[in-house]
Each structure stands twice: as structure tokens, then as C-alpha cells.
């Protein structure tokens, strides 16, 4: 199976366009070495022609002309074949509304989700105005079958977080997916947002080839600290990478080939290549995502 972070950033993306914190100056003056990264999302194929998008970011359109394999094959043709939505915030929406010149659209979402996106921000209700949007009902526990041999499976991602205009009732606000290639057995599991490494959550992990996980922010307080927001990571909906229980030391143990961050917001400092909080994390076995980073597992 193929995975290609087409994204690998937390929602505003790097730099963020009205943020002048250390990590964004850094990547607009070049003080320091770091890459911009645009809104996170994940492209994945068994046979590097059709493809199925983990999230649709407010990047979308250049994440695809970015990546050749995602390049039109005909005059009106996309190898994007679906959408599967981890949940409805509009970093990992949004880029659904530019999708609207396809004739179809096929989005694959728990009923929570697809109430909060007709009702809540009305995203799908938009783009149903232009294409056919085909929702696929997910619900978590059922292994679905894609193309090619790719099959998946969502589970449900323990969280007190909704959207600010959320209306989805109902637990399943958020999820995380495993997808597996039925050839191999090898699985890939995509969680970009976690409020806590729950029993439930590790059990998903287990025996996954990568793992793509919530590297929002670094210290819970982060934002706080810099002034930015009253919240802290956790209260966000975001586990944060350091701490005692913090996200790192929960997951260097495990026995996973690639255990890679992202959602990586503007404001965590292993965005910069020299920062040590970036050598602790890659000591620990665990790497950064980039955009255009692509892994054959
Ligand atoms: C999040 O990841 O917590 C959301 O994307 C935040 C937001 O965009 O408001
Ligand atoms: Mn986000
Ligand atoms: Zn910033």
C-alpha cells in the first residue's frame, strides 16, 4: 500500500497566515531550518492509480497538483476515488467545497459527522448543490471494503471535543481509521486527533505497520503560554507529544515501523529541524511529518 501525506500540519498550517510565532517567523525568514507544511491530510493506494484521501483540507487543490499520481487521466477524471473523514472540522473539511466540479463525490462518514457537516457548517449541503455527493455511512467496528484489495476500518477516538458548530449527536464525533491491504495484511492507521490514548485507541494500534498520530502541539500549555489561546492542548481535543502521559512516551514503546506525527500546529517547535524538542522526539524512534513524505508499507 501506498501513503502519501499530501498535509502535514495542524488547521492554519505553516506559517499560518496571521501567526508570528517562533516556529512561523522561522519559516518565513529562514532564520531557522525548518518546511512549510500545508493542512494535514493523508492520500492512500494499493496500485498507485486509484487513490482514497484521509480528510479533504482547505489545501486540497494544491495538495493534488502537488502529487502527479493525483493529476487528472482525462479531459474530466480525478484518481481520487473517496474522501474518509476522521471527523468535521474544518481543516479536514473544507477542502470538500472545492471538490464541487466533480460530478460525484463520494465522502465516507459517521452519521455524527454528516449531520454536523448538512447542518452545522452546511458544507455538504453546498457542495450537493453542485455534484452528487455520495455519503457513505461509516460506522466504526465494520470493515469496509475500498478497491484494490484495500479495506477499512474506523474506531472510535474517545473525546469531551465537538466542533464549535457542531450538531451531530451521538458518540462518534471522531474517529480514527485503519486501513489494510488485504494482500499483505499490512495496515495503516490514520488518528490526527486524540484527547487520550485510551485502552480502546492502543488496541486499534496493535500490529499496524504506521502509524500517522495527533502531533498538534508539544506541551499542553503551549498556547497558553504563548498568548494565543486560554486553552490548553488537551481541552482542544489534542493529546500533547511531551509529559509524563503525554503522547511520546506512551507510544515509543510500541512495536510499530513508523510512528510519524501530524496535524503538527504552527506553534510546536519540532517544526524546527535544529530544536531539541525535534531531537527528543526522533531519539524516541519516532519521525515528523512533511509534506510530500511517502511510505510503501
Ligand atoms: C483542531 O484540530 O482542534 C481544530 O482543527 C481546531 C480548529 O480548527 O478550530
Ligand atoms: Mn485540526
Ligand atoms: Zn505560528
Known sequence: ????????????????????????????????????????????????????????????????????????????????????????????????????????????????????????????????????????????????????????????????????FGTGEGEESVVGYRITDGRTGRALVYVPGAQRLTASVRDQLEGCSCLLFDGTCWQDDELIRLGIAGKTSRDMGHLPISGADGSLKQLAPLPIERKIYIHINNTNPILLEDAPERRIVEEHGMEVAADGLELEI
Not at 531550518?33 to 486540497?60: H, K, M
Not at 449531520?115 to 460506522?139: F, Q
Open 1 to 164: 500500500m501506498w501513503v502519501r501525506v499530501l498535509g502535514a500540519a495542524a488547521g492554519g498550517g505553516f506559517p499560518q497566515w496571521n501567526c508570528s510565532c517562533p516556529q512561523c517567523r522561522a519559516a518565513r525568514d529562514g532564520s531557522r531550518p525548518c518546511r512549510p507544511r500545508t493542512q494535514s491530510s493523508v492520500a492512500v493506494s494499493a496500485d498507485y492509480r486509484r487513490w482514497f484521501l484521509l480528510n479533504a483540507s482547505p489545501d486540497i487543490r494544491a495538495q493534488i497538483e502537488s502529487f502527479p499520481a493525483l493529476h487528472p487521466r482525462g479531459v474530466r477524471d480525478s484518481p481520487v476515488q473517496a474522501m474518509l473523514l476522521t471527523d468535521a472540522e474544518l481543516d479536514h473539511t473544507l477542502g470538500l467545497l472545492l471538490l464541487r466540479e466533480a460530478g460525484d463525490v463520494e465522502v465516507h462518514a459517521t452519521a455524527a459527522v454528516h449531520e454536523t457537516l448538512c447542518g452545522g457548517t452546511s458544507v455538504l449541503r453546498i457542495l450537493g448543490a453542485y455534484a452528487r455527493v455520495e455519503w457513505r455511512p461509516v460506522a466504526t467496528g465494520v470493515e469496509v471494503p475500498l478497491a484494490d484489495g484495500l479495506s477499512y476500518q474506523a474506531f472510535h477516538v474517545p473525546t469531551d471535543k465537538q466542533a464549535r
